[in-house]
């Protein structure tokens, strides 16, 4: 009986941190008749950040401002833009925060080196308090027998 359910158990944790397959947030009617041109449009997509969601590609994103981006991307590949040109429209429009690996320089060096700072500085932190916190205490040499009966005799005064 405990094997089943460790075996149930088991199982069901494994199906749980399998990856599930995005959803699709892609509707009909934006898809191109040009396999071609709807594949470049799906690459792009997964390189563009929502602008509303957190972290999320518009590809997989079901927001209304997700959608249009989409459907702005096949619209400037149908007009004939390369994939760079697309890229650096919406970033014009949006800013880099619509890319989902943002260009280095120094507006956004904050987000590129930023958590190696943090990390650095939480080392250097633990590094100062562990070499500043007082060293443990030596082991004390035993008492002598002078030492011993003079204890003995200040703890009999204080009995009496």
């Not at 999320?56 to 209304?64: K, M, R, T, V």
């Amino acid at each position: 009986m405990i094997r089943r359910l460790l075996a149930v158990g088991l199982i069901a944790g494994l199906v749980a941190i399998l990856p599930t397959p995005p959803a699709l947030a892609l509707m009909p009617d934006e898809i191109l008749d040009d396999p071609n041109l709807e594949a470049r449009a799906r690459a792009l997509s997964r390189d563009l950040r929502c602008v509303v969601c957190q972290n999320e590609a518009i590809d997989s994103s079901n927001a209304e401002i997700a959608r249009q981006m989409r459907l702005l991307v096949r619209e400037r590949l149908v007009a004939g833009d390369d994939d760079g040109q697309v890229m650096d429209y919406l970033q014009a429009r949006y800013g880099d925060y619509v890319l989902m690996k943002p260009p280095v320089k120094p507006e956004t060096y904050l987000l590129w080196y930023g958590p190696a700072v943090v990390l650095l500085l939480g080392g250097l932190g633990v590094a100062f308090y562990l070499l500043r916190r007082p060293k443990a205490a030596e082991a004390a040499e035993p008492l002598t027998a002078a030492e011993r009966e003079r204890l003995k005799r200040l703890l009999d005064k204080e009995d009496a």
